[in-house]
């Protein structure tokens, strides 16, 4: 039986926001500096956006995108996660959440978006299907599809065991896939596609070695 969620809330990525995103570690760099972060934002048609992630921005296909320094633009040796979904997981062991979900405010807030709708109630069957169309996407702007598909582990994130998919380029590892929202709130879980330097963690393991790959996936998604 599909495991319930409260609510899902999602945005489309297409190629075009793909192209835009694994690019960010090799356009020219912007320094650390927020006047000429801010500069480079008003370029793009990007925003500034602090209430759903911190210190993230709003790109001007209406997705998340989160850095662990100032700057996404250039600084190759970065992580950068782009957030195109987000999932407000049902507890089971819970029962203020199941029967009283607090949260709703929150997930109306991922909701307004640009280009954004969502579910409620939704279902794994629903986060699959989102995470399925983006790995699409990915697939097309890198022409090939993913190396590694593994189900999520309870200990990357809240909710159903959702699909892990991993590509890589020459520099960088790329993960679709759930991961934990490190946000205001620490309860619901984004959807999102991380690019994180190769060197983040070891050689991407065997797809036989599940413990493995949970770990390098741990290793290039969380902060």
């Given at each position: ?22 690019a ?62 987000e ?68 200990s ?20 679709l ?14 959807l ?5 330097p ?26």
């Amino acid at each position: 039986m599909p495991i319930a969620v409260h609510a899902l809330a999602h945005g489309p990525l297409t190629t075009d926001a793909v192209a835009e995103f694994v690019a960010l570690p090799s356009v020219p760099p912007v320094p650390d500096d927020v006047d000429a972060v801010d500069e480079e934002v008003r370029r793009r048609g990007w925003g500034w956006q602090h209430a759903l992630v911190c210190d993230s921005f709003l790109t001007g296909h209406g997705h998340i995108v989160c850095t662990d320094g100032i700057s996404p633009f250039g600084q190759a040796d970065a992580r950068r996660f782009l957030v195109f979904g987000e999932v407000y997981p049902v507890d089971p062991e819970d029962d203020e959440m199941v029967n009283g979900p607090c949260l709703y405010g929150l997930m109306d807030e991922w909701q307004r978006l640009p280009g954004w709708n969502g579910l409620r109630p939704g279902t794994d069957r629903d986060c699959e299907a989102v995470l399925a169309r983006a790995a699409q996407a990915v697939t097309e702007h890198l022409g090939a599809g993913p190396e590694r598909m593994i189900p999520s582990s309870e200990s990357l994130a809240a909710g159903p065991p959702l699909t892990h998919r991993v590509w890589r380029t020459a520099t960088h590892a790329l993960v679709l896939g759930p991961a934990p929202d490190n946000g205001p709130y620490g309860y619901l879980t984004h959807l999102q596609l991380s690019s994180t330097p190769l060197d983040c963690g070891p050689d991407l393991p065997p797809a036989d070695d599940t413990d493995g790959l949970t770990k390098w996936i741990s290793t290039h998604i969380d902060w």
